[in-house]
């Protein structure tokens, strides 16, 4: 039996937001949730108590990193993901598509070039001979970051590798574009996803017949909307993965906040009301929480605010500072005033700052926890906003604060 | 008044082995400890709670340290040590003497190559051009080795200091000079510790008068033995710092365990039996730990097996191993079956092997609390087989498993 469901208990009228609960064999996930990134089977410099204290209800972790290292025949044989990181909750796997991207036509370039046309030109999405990713319609070749060995993923290794990681929630194996690239590759590209959709379907269904045969829990698989910006294509995919009847979705691509509303809302109105939304790919702006929110998103993940944390840049209710600032060094106050983070209950500024200055592991450990909070705590409010109602004028008031002006896009 | 006291409550028959307790200011130490080294205001990669359920009592700062970073006058400002790193208990500073050593004659060179005579010769124990630290009667020149700039440290200085960072317990201000270092040399450099402990007295009873009027909580202050591998030095040393009447007493040198029983019972035998006794400079060898109890050691500090926790080197009651070694990778058991803490209760050796091979930052926490826990918990353990009057007993049972032969030095 398959111990998955979705239950939407709110809608917020006026828009597409609403408040629900994913039930998975680990435990539900009361969404809007801004899920942890747990990449490589650890959500980096925390413990799974500190992530649990924080609020965290589930971890995203890495189909393609956990292959390379540990690999995912040791994650299987550990008991799967939860069980080998010393994770009592959900988790999620990305499917390795966006290392098709990041390791692809990405690789080397940053993603901002290949993404973003005011960073970048449609020649920065061609191929080149030195990236690490090669895409063809069968499946990807990469050459392993670590050690260039050459690796082949396909929609139905991913799978398999999805089920012997043994998350509760696996992503479809998708191409994720530049959004740069030639209408013609875009395409040809998302023909790709699609079939390779199917193709996971197909042996996601062929590997729970074996799971059930051995009473072992089910695991949900998501598909991944592709498109770029484009409404005619984005729609298309949406319907298209609709009508595989999928236990949810995921929208891949990559976004500035400007982009999100419109994208967004074109999947949303096609995909069914009864299945989870799940943004791939939002930028490091709170911004994009409630705008994702608004038009229907209900589960997030994004590393960027773990790793400015670990860079020294600290999310505040009013703005981003960044604490290894020499004006923090005599700062006896807490990171934010408003926050009850453990790190903001316990310490100051001053001390921060003395830990990133003497190069001390716990300033990644505090600010991380605080950045971690800020974020998955934000997603809980915009969660009890849309249960009371309160919703657009909680968006409005809150980033105003945050950007100390009224918010527009 | 003085809130600071120390009473011994058991002892040992035929070892200077007692069991004991430290009062301060922030509450009791039970003796033997090993305390917990924080030598730039942090426990490396730990949290404070993480320490105190690891066990851990006191934990122990470096004044040259936070005299560079943050700044002696910053921590003040913070209210003192033990408020500015969120540790509610209590605390000590070594004085910086180690350093007038480690950035000085032994600087670049290792202190093995000074310090050990199977390693380094008397030539290598002489000044050079090179060395960070110069040593004068006054006092030492240290340049920075963060920026090169060139800072002096004296007796005097280091009381300020110290009071500023304000721990519960103080070490004077010494020249801790190489054991290969010539007759004459030892001679002059023990004679200058001497007048530099004198000189600290009158500077921290100066300081004292000064807190006392403002309310403030005595920190105690504790001489340090010196004398290098000679009975005569070593015990007119401990003579002569037991007629300045101090708060308790350091010993101080660079000890191989074979060398530990005769130089600490000459000190032992001549200082008071009623101040506690701190071996400084002990090494990475649990043996260290018996052979120090044993000839009446009250408090340890030692950095080093933190340090080799971060490399992968894990303590455990039959020996040390690197958990980065392939053959832990399908090693779904915990380090050390017999170890209660943290780590070992939750995680497999397959998991922590990962973590170093993936260079995750939850590596060194994990492996760094298991460590500390390893020799804070066998101190416990030694002070239990004093009170229970097992500890000759409990030492070879507990040497010949961990070394798996009978031990002898």
Redesign the interface.
């Known amino acids: 039996m398959k111990d998955y469901a979705f239950t939407v208990t709110h809608s917020m009228p006026g828009t597409l937001a609403r408040a629900g609960v994913i039930h998975t064999p680990h435990g539900d996930i009361k969404t809007p949730v801004f899920t942890v990134g747990g990449t490589?089977?650890?959500?980096?410099?925390?413990?799974p108590e500190m992530v649990k204290e924080m609020g965290g209800q589930a971890v995203l972790a890495n189909t393609y990193h956990l292959m390379l290292?540990?690999g995912a025949d040791?994650v299987e044989?550990?008991g799967g993901l939860a069980k080998?990181?010393?994770w009592d909750g959900p988790t999620f796997t990305d499917s390795g598509g966006f290392q098709v991207f990041s390791l692809g036509v990405a690789y080397k370039k940053g993603i901002d070039a290949v993404a973003h046309t005011e960073k970048g030109t449609s020649a920065n999405a061609k191929s080149t001979s030195k990236q690490l990713a090669k895409v063809d319609d069968k499946g990807v070749t990469f050459r392993s970051h670590l050690d260039g060995q050459t690796l082949r993923m396909t929609p139905e290794s991913s799978m398999q590798l999805q089920w012997q990681i043994g998350a509760d929630i696996h992503m479809a194996f998708d191409e994720c574009a530049s959004p740069l690239a030639s209408p013609k590759y875009l395409r040809e590209s998302l023909d790709r996803t699609h079939a390779w959709a199917k193709r996971c379907v197909v042996e996601h269904e062929r590997l729970w017949k074996e799971h059930e045969k051995l009473d072992k829990p089910y695991q949900a698989l998501w598909g991944v909307v592709q498109g770029a910006r484009n409404e005619k294509l984005r729609r298309e995919s949406a319907r298209y993965l609709a009508s595989l009847d999928l236990d949810g979705y995921g929208i891949g691509g990559v976004f500035q906040p400007e982009e999100i509303p419109e994208t967004v809302r074109w999947v949303a109105e096609e995909l069914p009301e009864d299945k989870p939304r799940h943004l791939l790919g939002m930028g490091n702006q709170v911004s994009d929480l409630f705008l994702g929110v608004e038009y229907g998103i209900d589960t997030f993940d994004c590393i960027a605010f773990t790793r400015q944390a670990r860079n020294g840049g600290i999310y505040t209710s009013t703005g981003r500072i960044n604490i290894t600032n020499a004006k923090f060094?005599?700062d006896?106050t807490p990171i934010d005033a408003d926050c009850d983070c453990y790190t903001c209950k316990?310490?100051?500024r001053?001390?921060i700052?003395?830990?990133f200055?003497?190069n001390?592991?716990?300033a990644?450990?505090l600010a991380s926890i605080h950045n971690e909070y800020f974020v998955v705590h934000l997603v809980d409010t915009i969660r009890e906003s849309i249960i009371d109602g309160t919703f657009l004028k909680y968006k409005a008031t809150y980033l105003e604060k945050y950007f100390g002006k009224p918010f527009t896009i």
Chains 1, 2 share one sequence.
């Open positions: 490589k089977a650890t959500v980096k410099t925390l413990t290292r540990p040791i044989k550990a080998f990181m010393h060094r005599e006896f316990n310490y100051t001053a001390y700052n003395h830990l200055r003497a001390e592991m716990l990644y450990t």
